[in-house]
């Protein structure tokens, strides 16, 4: 019951832009694909949605390979950096375009999802950037998609819209219990957004793994340090002075955690919180774990 | 494989011109004609068209949408009905059967084309890179930006003017009174005449003239880009 | 620099507005009834016929290849299109003169001159196809093709992916196409004089017969006619860029690049 990418090669032209991707993202898990420009994170996306070919591997949805199936069969649909609402449509008929029955109610249903109530005959020039792409997330769910495909959806938005809309489409796509892969070259980003998250580097899989991490051995340990490991916000966490057996390592070189930021010394592999309230002390050592029954 | 087809159904007319070749050219009245009007009307298209669209582009003038209506709407005017009307005019002062005459309502058809042409080019290249011509003095603005970077729409609009012009029958026959031969009324006439040899020969020219200006255009330019960059280095 | 050429171009393309004027004023007094007579009727319906059939397969055959070219980016067939550009509209016709009357493997299909005009068609969209496709395959260049791929990805099917994403951006360059090549087409002489027929006759080249013939004695019949195309044309125009109007603005404004 996931979503299954193995052995996927790509080339364009003398350039290796994917080079063996294996990756199965389990249904109900919003995953973060993250990599500098030119990673191939947006190709890849670009495969599964179908858009593109690919030279090798298969991508499987519930063992069934999508392998021919054109992208407007494939069930999945994409929020992209620009909102691109159909301009010769209101606001919306360019959501009731992609529900199944072409239903203004169901459409309706959705811009308050939203938070676009009593918008639907708004014109699309009419709304700001922010409110377009939340129009255009609220056009991707409608079309019912079984997977949701984010390519940089926050790039484009001024930081308080991003945090509002990062926290709508997380909370949705949760709600909704559908599983979606978001594409970003913002690691802070990432972590907040998303259950896992997959280094990309030159068309390799760098690693993957959870924004919380364990306790684990220097090698996974540095991987992490790379993938800019942080807190979940929505973690608990006990901080001490004292290690015990089963501290958290803190992965960033410069991470936050609630109101407060951490730094990770990498010489002496300590962690140093940097306080934004009087509870910590400045330059002090602190180890970090997770409280019983949290993620 | 219906690429191919395309392209057979977009040559196969041309098979018609090697009924025959070009034997005995004779630089005459009409050619000379058709000539001169083909350079002196695709200079002036190229300075009006370029210099309207750039107005058009940068003005901030409230009669901007007028004017783009002017410029615009003797593209949906049937060429031939508004002549009959500047066949009148024209009469009026005594512009029949003179080569000025001809000259003018040649620009007339033409020049609605070549202002669209050059501001669609200008469009896509956009205002800011265009401004940056502006701190040059206006003929090195000319010689250094303007022309290479619209060197692909100068060789259409010349020749989209030259296929216009080389096309007027009626126009060159009406205004010109039958007094101004072209290479064109020949056509008809040798045409009418059932002579076909003769009308190849002047197919012949109709259609390599505008090859020509196209293909010489295309030289002149890189030759002077490449100027440009040498005076640069 | 662009104010003196802006002031000679109005200058110039005045004159047609001057001639359409010209045409009013002589036509003051016309006995219209004259127009009534056989061989205008037909040739009214005769260029309606040609007209439609050559602009609209322009139009077609013009978009499809456009789409074609960039979607599978066919740059040695986008160069070969030019090539009907550099023959003038006389000369295409003579070429298709000589293809259907002389000794190729097409003579004998049907005659250079017969009545229903075939091969006027043929010459035009030969010769309009190229118009058409430069027109519209700038639009697909500037297309954001993110839009296609968002109509895919919304589960549309392919016409209506074609519905969305691409064919409220060819209305303008589409509209602009069919009014230009309406108004050439239907009033013009160099073609149909040299593959048509003596009847029916096409708008252009009767009008231009009465005109010239008979020391101008039949002069208004033609300044009439020519009017009243002008003006049918023109109010063609105006009624269905007003009616697009509203659309066409919302596009432009809420279009991503």
Known sequence: ?295 | MSRILVAFLIVFPFIGLFLTFPTSFSWDEAILNTIAYVISIALVNVWLGVGTAWWLLFTESRWKSWVEWLTFLPLFIPVLASMFGMYIALAQVGLIGTYTGVGLVLLVTTLPYSIRLAYNAMYVIGRPLLEQALTFAPLARIGFVLLPLLKESVRTIVLFSTVIVLSQFVLVQLIGAGLIPTVTTRLYQAYAGNDVSQALQNTWVLVSLPVLFYIGLGGIFSIWIRLVKGRLQ | MSRSSLWLSLVVLALPFTGVTFLIYETVGFNWSELNDEAWRASLAVTLYVTLTSTLLSLMIGTWLARTIYMKRSSWLASLLKWPMFVPHVAAAYLFYLLFSGGFPVYGLFEANERNHLVVILTYVWKEVPFVFLMVVGTYGQLNHGYLDMAKTLQLKPLEQFRVAEWPFLVKPLLDSFWVLVAFISFAYEVPALLGVTFPELLGVLAYERLTTGLFLNAFESYAVALIWTLFIFTGVVASYALTAKQRRRIERGMRR
């Open chain 1, 1 to 295: 019951m996931s979503l299954v990418l193995s052995g996927i090669r790509k080339r364009f032209k003398d350039r290796d832009v994917l080079s063996g991707i294996d990756l199965t993202i389990p249904n109900g898990e919003i995953h973060a694909l993250v990599g500098v420009s030119g990673s191939g994170k947006s190709t890849l996306l670009r495969i599964i949605a179908g858009l593109e070919t690919l030279d090798a591997g298969t991508v499987t949805w519930e063992e069934l390979p999508l392998h021919g199936v054109p992208p407007h069969l494939r069930r999945i649909t994409m929020l992209s950096q620009s909102p691109l609402l159909f301009p010769h449509l209101t606001v919306g008929e360019n959501v009731t375009l992609a529900t199944p029955n072409r239903s203004r109610e169901e459409a309706e249903v959705w811009l308050t999802r939203v938070k676009l109530p009593g918008r639907y005959d708004a014109e699309v020039h009419e709304l700001s950037g922010g409110e377009q792409q939340r129009v255009s997330f609220a056009r991707a769910l409608a079309a019912a998609p079984r997977l949701i495909l984010l390519d940089e959806p926050f790039t484009n938005l001024d930081p308080g819209l991003k945090s509002e809309l990062q926290r709508l489409i997380r909370d949705l796509v949760r709600e909704l219990e559908l599983t979606a892969l978001l594409v970003t070259h913002d690691r802070e980003e990432a972590m907040l957004v998303a259950d896992r998250v997959t280094l990309l580097e030159t068309g390799h899989v760098r690693v993957t793994g959870t924004p919380v991490l364990l306790s684990e051995t220097e090698s996974t340990f540095g991987d992490f340090v790379e993938l800019g490991g942080a807190f979940y916000p929505s973690t608990e966490i006990d901080v001490s002075t004292e290690p015990t057996s089963d501290s958290l390592v803190l992965v960033r070189p410069f991470i936050r955690f609630g109101h407060h930021f951490g730094e990770y010394r990498r010489s002496t592999g300590e962690y140093v919180i940097l306080p934004r309230n009087e509870s910590f002390e400045v330059g002090k050592t602190y180890y970090l774990r997770q409280k019983q029954g949290g993620i």
